[in-house]
């Protein structure tokens, strides 16, 4: 399946389909297009405030097309965070290399790349994803999956300390809450924004991670910080 950017999904206008026999990847465009919809009337309104009707207008499909797709409305929503995040951790598992610092400035960068793309996206995936019952441990799931690819990067650096599974899920953790701070009431952030909030993630990654002084001045100076 060809990879879909997240800055397509949220830029494309979705166009309404002409009636008749559909082309093939019609299913496919419907559903991604209902996956970015409810991405964006979330985003407005809040989970629970978000109306089927609004999703449907928004994806220019009829009610019976989402019905084709997913169950309900809970059903569309997790699918559409669980597809988003795991482009994120492709993203960061699929970096590679001998250098381990370079592999940690460029997950660093694609995980601060992706949270400053859109800061009302940004907000639904960190508070409105607990809106939903299960919604807590899906988002536990995914700090899991990206603490695992975090210390990945780093298992076999002798100079630096080993960390628990809960410390690297920790580090996640406080990212996303800089981040939530960051994108707070926040429409775009500003070049400034963005570079303090980057400058952070590092600072954070160094102190969590332990890692020593001299280690961490190559971090930072190929960060260019």
Request: proline fraction near 3%; include cysteine; aromatic fraction near 6%.
């Amino acid at each position: 399946m060809t990879e879909v950017r997240l800055e397509a999904l949220l830029a494309a206008d979705a166009v309404p389909l002409r009636p008749g026999p559909r082309a093939p990847g019609a299913q496919d465009n419907q559903r991604m297009r209902l996956l970015v919809a409810i991405l964006q009337v979330v985003s407005e309104t809040g989970y629970h405030d978000a109306r089927l009707a609004d999703v449907v207008q928004r994806a220019k499909v009829s009610r019976r097309t989402f019905y084709e797709h997913f169950t309900d409305k809970e059903e569309c929503f997790l699918t559409a965070y669980g597809i988003l995040s795991g482009m994120l951790s492709d993203r960061i598992g699929r970096l590679s290399g001998a250098d381990w610092i370079g592999r940690v400035v460029a997950a660093v960068d694609v995980y601060h790349a992706a949270v400053t793309l859109s800061p009302a996206i940004t907000r639904v995936f960190e508070t409105e994803i607990l809106r939903i019952k299960s919604g807590a441990e899906r988002r536990r799931e995914t700090y899991r999956k990206w603490a695992d690819m975090l210390a990945g990067h780093v298992d076999e650096v002798d100079e630096l300390q080993q960390l628990s599974p809960e410390l690297w899920q920790a580090l996640v953790a406080a990212f996303n809450e800089v981040v939530l701070l960051a994108v707070e009431d926040v429409v775009v952030l500003t070049a400034e924004a963005k570079r303090k909030l980057r400058a952070d993630l590092f600072s954070l990654y160094i102190r969590i991670v332990a890692v020593p002084e001299h280690l961490a001045a190559q971090i930072t100076a190929r960060a260019g910080l």
